[in-house]
C-alpha cells in the first residue's frame, strides 16, 4: 500500500462547479497535510496546509482532515478553467517527518 | 518575495557523463529536500537535509548520486554516471523546519528537468 494515494483521474468540472479532491494516507501519526497545486511543466505550489481535524478555508479553497479515518481533501468552489491543473497532496511521515506525495490528480475545468 | 532558487533549469546530458544540481534554499529556512518528479507521477523523496545533516537518505541510488550541503545552507546533487532513466525534473524545496504543525511548510525552486540522450 502506497503512503499516499490520491485518485489519479482526470477529473472534469464545469467552470462554476465545486471540484472535489481526496486523498488518503497509511501513517496514523502523520499531523501535517498539504495540498500542492501544479500546472504543466512547472514545480508545485502550496496552496493549502492543514494540521487539526474539521475544515480549512482559503477563498475558494476548503481543506477538510479525518485523521480517524486517515483521510484529507480538497474542496474548490466556483472552479474556473485556470484551476486546470494536478493536485499533489502531500503527508509528513516517516521516523524524519519526511513530505510524502501522492501521485497527483489531474483537474480540467470546462469552460 | 523569499524563494527557492535551482540552476539549470535545463540540462541534456549524455548517458554516462556527469551532472550537477544546484539549490539555495529560502534564507533560514533549515530543512532541504530534493525531489525526482517523473512525468505523470507525483515528487519522490531522494535526500532531506536538516541544516547540514542528511536525515533521509533511503531513497537516493547511492551507487550514482551524491548530495551535500556543507555549510547547511545552498545544496548540491550530483548524478555520475547518468543513466537514460534518470531523465526526470529534479525539484529542490526547503521549510522552516520538519516535523509538525505551523513552519513545516515546503517550498519549491522552479526545478531542473534533465534529459539523458
Known amino acids: 500500500q502506497k503512503e499516499v494515494e490520491q485518485n489519479s483521474g482526470p477529473l472534469s468540472v464545469p467552470e462554476g462547479a465545486i471540484a472535489s479532491l481526496n486523498c488518503t494516507y497509511s501513517d496514523r501519526v502523520s499531523q501535517s497535510f498539504f495540498w500542492y497545486r501544479q500546472y504543466s511543466g512547472k514545480s508545485p505550489e502550496l496552496i493549502m496546509s492543514i494540521y487539526s481535524n474539521g475544515d480549512k478555508e482559503d477563498g475558494r479553497f476548503t481543506a477538510q482532515l479525518n485523521k480517524a479515518s486517515q483521510y484529507v481533501s480538497l474542496l474548490i468552489r466556483d472552479s474556473q478553467p485556470s484551476d486546470s491543473a494536478t493536485y499533489l497532496c502531500?503527508?509528513?511521515?516517516?521516523?524524519?517527518?519526511?513530505?510524502?506525495f501522492g501521485s497527483g490528480t489531474q483537474l480540467t475545468v470546462l469552460p | 518575495e523569499a524563494e527557492v532558487a535551482q540552476s539549470p533549469r535545463y540540462k541534456i546530458t549524455e548517458k554516462s557523463q556527469a551532472v550537477a544540481f544546484w539549490c539555495d534554499p529560502i534564507?533560514?529556512?533549515?530543512?532541504l529536500y530534493w525531489y525526482r518528479q517523473i512525468l505523470g507521477q507525483g515528487p519522490e523523496l531522494l535526500v532531506q537535509?536538516?541544516?547540514?545533516?542528511?536525515?533521509?537518505d533511503s531513497q537516493l541510488p547511492k551507487d550514482r548520486f551524491s548530495a551535500e550541503r556543507l555549510k547547511g545552507v545552498d545544496s548540491t546533487l550530483k548524478i555520475q554516471p547518468a543513466e537514460l532513466g534518470d531523465s526526470a525534473m529534479y525539484l529542490c524545496?526547503?521549510?522552516?523546519?520538519?516535523?509538525?504543525?505551523?513552519?513545516?511548510?515546503?517550498?519549491f525552486g522552479q526545478g531542473t528537468r534533465l534529459t539523458v540522450v
Open positions: 537535509f536538516q541544516d547540514e545533516s542528511v536525515v533521509d
Open positions: 524545496a526547503s521549510s522552516s523546519r520538519a516535523g509538525t504543525g505551523s513552519g513545516t511548510e515546503a517550498f
Open positions: 534564507s533560514g529556512h533549515a530543512t
Open positions: 502531500a503527508v509528513n511521515s516517516g521516523s524524519a517527518r519526511q513530505l510524502t
